[in-house]
């Protein structure tokens, strides 16, 4: 099974900052993942996939990079409603192989 | 647009079988071309991938699972059901159901969940 390392486990930041967010494949996954965003009590909300496109509907602050084993989400300028838990997906060798998260990175308000 | 709905009881007991049903809206299980999958969390934790169910009725499962996993679909219904049997506590977490969608070029990706569903197994 594809482990997803995220980093830091927390990120306290003020609105404006600029947020940078890791996820580490245990091997190469190409550019097979995505990003999400949750609320306390909400589902995961799809943000980015395929490393790098925006899912309908998200700002153009947040944006993602990185092919292989290393992957960032960067969210250029913290607005009050960013701050939440991000997650970091793959599916590399899907189907029909598994679908794995890593552990997430909360994003506080310092 | 797309809507899914899960449901089932919210207390198992140990050993016992968990039921849970997604109902789709807005979407045809059938026709979609879509994958539909059953996912959960624990308190504090990363989701999960239990497995997944192809509108063909092709499924995967977690190895981890396998031996106590069926997730099925009611075309007549519109829904994905998931049973899980021989539950324990660890079983305890929120369910979501998803539709893992087509995005061209060969990309799936989840895009629209359920709200989730808490299951505590507990005598």
Not at chain 1, 41 to 52: E, N, T
Not at chain 2, 65 to 92: F, P
């Amino acid at each position: 099974e594809i482990v997803l390392t995220q980093s830091p486990a927390t990120l306290s930041l003020s609105p404006g900052e600029r947020a940078t967010l890791s996820c580490r494949a245990s091997q190469s996954i190409s550019t097979y993942l995505a990003w999400y965003q949750q609320k306390p009590g909400q589902p995961p909300r799809l943000l980015i996939y395929d490393a790098s496109s925006r899912a309908t509907g998200i700002p153009a602050r947040f944006s993602g990079s990185g092919s292989g084993t290393d992957f960032t989400l960067t969210i250029s300028s913290l607005e009050p409603e960013d701050f939440a838990l991000y997650y970091c997906q793959q599916r590399y060798d899907w189907p029909p192989g598994g679908i794995t998260f890593g552990q997430g990175t909360r994003l506080d308000i310092k | 647009q797309v809507q899914l709905q899960e449901s089932g009881p919210g207390l198992v007991r140990p050993s016992q079988t968990l039921s849970l049903t997604c109902t789709v809206s807005g979407a045809s299980i059938s026709t979609d071309g879509s994958y539909w999958t059953w996912i959960r969390q624990h308190p504090g934790k990363g989701p999960e991938c239990l497995g997944y169910i192809y509108f063909t009725g092709r499924t995967y499962y977690k190895s981890s699972l396998k031996s106590r996993l069926t997730i099925s679909l009611d075309t007549s219904k519109n829904q994905v059901s998931l049973k899980l049997t021989s539950v324990s506590a660890a079983d305890t977490a929120v369910y979501y159901c998803a539709r893992i969608f087509y995005y061209g070029s060969g990309s799936y990706w989840p895009d629209y969940w359920g709200q989730g569903t808490l299951v505590t197994v507990s005598s």
